[in-house]
């Protein structure tokens, strides 16, 4: 990919080369969060979740993270968004909160408690979509203590 030499580089630019290599992925977990603005994280890796039967993508030059994702834990919850004139698929907040509790042993329970704290203050959404989502994901046995203690 070539850019002009003067371009003003962000901490979300791997996200955008990704998607752009990789239109089947939908970036998740810790690179929502952060195009979300749900973390003080910086992934090291751009995650993206792929089908569990597609060939796993390569990168040489950027680091990625797939996740294998099946049925509508895969299909719901997917937004377009246009970052840098690239369009790229990503989970919804909602969806990414109860992804990050799926996969709390992979990103850390710390993470995914502050995905859903900031959920909450920042009324990024409402708790009937967690509640959806946590269902889809198949997480909200986990996350009901959590959102109450929350509450």
């Known amino acids: ?14 996200v955008v080369q990704i998607a752009s290599r990789i239109p ?3 970036v998740c977990l810790l690179s929502a969060l952060l195009l979300h603005n749900l973390t ?3 992934p090291h890796k751009v995650w993206i979740a792929i089908d569990r039967k597609a060939w796993k993508p390569k990168s040489d030059d ?5 996740v294998r994702f099946s049925g509508p834990a895969l299909t719901e919850g997917i937004e377009t968004h246009i970052r840098e004139g690239v369009e790229i698929k990503v989970y919804c907040i ?3 909160v109860a992804d ?3 996969y709390r042993n992979k990103i850390g329970l710390d993470v995914a408690l502050e995905a859903l ?4 203050r920042n009324r ?12 889809v994901c198949r997480v909200d046995q986990i996350m009901r203590p959590y959102v109450e203690a929350i509450i």
């Not at 990919?1 to 791997?14: G, V």
């Open 124 to 135: 990024a959404g409402t708790l009937s979509e967690l509640r959806e989502y946590s269902r």
């Open 40 to 42: 003080t994280q910086l």
């Open 1 to 14: 990919m070539y850019c002009d030499p003067n371009y003003m580089w962000t901490e979300k630019h791997s």
């Open 94 to 96: 909602a969806k990414t």
């Open 62 to 66: 950027i680091p990625v993270r797939t």
């Open 24 to 26: 089947s992925g939908v």
């Open 117 to 120: 704290r900031e959920y909450i």
């Open 100 to 102: 990050c509790f799926k």
